[in-house]
């Protein structure tokens, strides 16, 4: 596996593999660079039949700030939009479809395209203290890296609209009491010790296998869910609200929304 990536770390031991998003200075925002690297790295781990449990987690004080709004910024036109939000599709599907059973460790911060990436994880355990946001709507634009197809799926289709036109901020608590992670801890690092044990002595290999039954059900939605994230993204980037929301956001003030 390559050893040189600059914003992936990977650690492999044994039949884990651990792979630490590494942009700690920016919260592990997601940019072009780490979305492209975290998806080869995943895709390696994939075939490698050696590997039966992945686990994904954030260096420093968050698991990911989400995407990278310094880039966003810097897009220009449609083509370079629609290239990046293929690399963030290929990501999310990667993640969901690997045949390997998945933890995302939660420390910290997890929102917008971050909370959406560990919500991709078979099993998500989060600190007690640890934000966790779907918070697209504070600049005008819909969840993308399937976070309609994550939030519908583990807290069912009404409360995902209430959770992604809210927009707030949720504790370790509150997500845990809603159903949207799986366990909330005071040690992550030991909660996932735990529930590697907890697999380890049980036949992994049937459960990958009823893994990949309810993947192959599930992916073609998961895909249609993509595209239409795509499609209604860039269609919210040519928005007031959008532009207005962003401004905001640098300027850190509540935005004036219009509806338009």
Not at 149 to 162: D, M, P, S, T, V
Not at 177 to 191: K, P, S, Y
Not at 225 to 236: G, V
């Amino acid at each position: 596996m390559n050893s040189v990536y600059k914003t992936v770390l990977v650690e492999l031991n044994g039949e884990v593999a651990k792979v630490t998003l590494n942009r700690p200075e920016s919260l592990n925002a997601l940019n072009t660079v780490l979305i492209n690297e975290l998806n080869e790295v995943l895709q390696e781990l994939s075939s490698n039949e050696h590997t039966k449990i992945v686990v994904l987690s954030g260096e420093g004080r968050a698991f990911s700030s989400g995407g990278d709004i310094k880039e966003m910024l810097q897009l220009s036109g449609k083509e370079q939009f629609f290239t990046i939000m293929e690399q963030i599709n290929s990501l999310v599907t990667t993640l969901y479809t690997m045949p390997k059973l998945t933890i995302a460790a939660v420390n910290g911060a997890a929102a917008g395209l971050g909370l959406s990436l560990a919500l991709g994880a078979d099993y998500v355990v989060c600190h007690e203290n640890s934000k966790l946001a779907m918070n697209f709507i504070g600049i005008g634009l819909v969840p993308d890296g399937g976070g309609h197809f994550h939030l519908e799926r583990r807290i069912g289709e009404k409360n995902a609209k209430q959770l992604i036109w809210e927009g707030k901020v949720l504790s370790g608590p509150e997500v845990k009491q809603i159903g949207l992670v799986d366990a909330v801890v005071t040690d992550v690092e030991e909660a996932v010790k735990q529930q590697i044990t907890y697999w380890k002595a049980k036949p992994m290999l049937s459960m990958i296998e009823t893994k990949k039954i309810f993947t192959a059900i599930n992916k073609t939605k998961l895909k249609t869910i993509l595209e239409l994230e795509t499609s209604a993204q860039w269609n919210m980037r040519q928005t007031y609200d959008h532009q207005e929301g962003i401004k905001a956001f640098v300027e850190k003030r509540i935005p004036n929304f219009q509806g338009k």
